[in-house]
């Protein structure tokens, strides 16, 4: 059976080399070639040897998921459809900016959590994407944008120090700044596939990237919070989207199984370990649902006590949503009320809004395995476990 070694940090990758009876320092040639320079032929390994090379041709692979579709907005936002198999499509979505370039990864195909102004949770859930789906999203925008800008390693990949100097270099390389997970699905409900692609981005001889410019962003599964914070402390966005449990337990259905109260205590536990000193609350802009002044003074006291930042996003329709964006004003009047209280609040762009690249609107293609329409809150519940 051939493995494919996308799906492997370091140390999955040393269990590999040591199981086909090579070094375990060959693992960190083979994730400098695959993931550095995003060589999948073996036979272009050339600092391997060459019956190492033909063994690995015939026991492993390097196959990230095929792009179907590749468009790019008229903002420079550009979006891909990748296939996952079986008539399963999942989104990622690049965002130049001048200070950085943000890939936005998706974790799922679908999400089970079903928040209600959300075109994934609208889908359903098919299945938890491999790790290999995962990190072969980065891989592929990586390598992508890195080709099409005319970056070349200027060194030898044998330089192994020199080239991280490559990689390394502002404006160069560094194409991908910042990885966030805000396309399709929950990270934390595929936790153990999330926390080995995260190993892979911190990773210095794969993608190098610091744990601040990773973040996890979460509907609130406090447990696995919890579980991040101990294992791999990336930056940490959580979704709020209301400032108390009766409208919150209505947008975000997981909130009847984690309140507000819960899910800020996970918070304070979190940042203990953080790699920044606040956590971003996502607060997503529905007209005349939760952008009222009265509102924003309740989220004021409700996060009094907990350092974060926040981070508007106005609301992206989709077909049949029942929602309508908050108008410009009421968004600006909501940012005043929190910024006077001492809140750093930005307001999220609406980036690639011809090409449905904007948060919420990365619809994939799902085919819900879950029957959801049919399924009680409490089956929800039980999936989001
Ligand atoms: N499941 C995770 C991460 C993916 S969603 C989470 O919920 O945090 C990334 C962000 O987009 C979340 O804050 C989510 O609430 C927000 N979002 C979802 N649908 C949206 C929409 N239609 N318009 C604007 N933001 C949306
Ligand atoms: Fe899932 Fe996040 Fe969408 Fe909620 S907002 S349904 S958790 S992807």
Partial sequence: MTVNLLDFDAEGLAGFCMEIGEKPFRARQLLRWIHQSGEADFSNMSDLAKVLREKLATTAVVEPPRVISDHIAADGTRKWLLSVGAGNGI?????????????????????????????????GFNRNLTVAEIIGQLWWANKALREESGIEYALEPESPVNKREVIRSPGRSRII??????????????????????????????????RRRVTVSTSGLVPAMDRLRERCPVALAVSLHAPNDALRDQLVPINRKYPIKELLAACQRYLQSAPRDFITFEY?????????????????????????????????????????????????????????????TTVRKTRGDDIAAACGQLAGQVLDKTRRVQRTGHEIMQAAR
Avoid: W
């Avoid at 690049?94 to 679908?110: A, D, H, K, M, Y």
């Avoid at 210095?204 to 990237?209: F, I, R, W």
């Fill in 284 to 344: 997503v802009m529905l007209d005349g649902v939760n952008d009222s002044v009265s509102h924003a003074r309740e989220l004021v006291q409700l996060v009094q006590d907990t350092p974060c930042k926040f981070n508007l996003i106005p609301f992206n329709p989709f077909p049949d949503s029942g929602y309508k964006r908050s108008s410009p004003e009421a968004v600006r009047i909501f940012r005043d009320v929190l910024m006077q209280a001492g809140l750093v």
């Fill in 91 to 123: 989104e990622m979505v690049f965002i130049p900016e001048s200070n950085r370039g943000t890939l936005c990864i998706s974790s799922q195909v679908g999400c089970a959590l079903a928040c209600t102004f959300c075109s994934t949770g609208k889908q």
């Fill in 177 to 210: 700044s910042n990885v966030v997970f805000m396309g399709m699905g929950e990270p934390l409900a595929n936790f153990e596939n999330v926390a080995t692609a995260l190993n892979l981005m911190l990773d210095d001889n794969a993608y190098g990237l610091s």
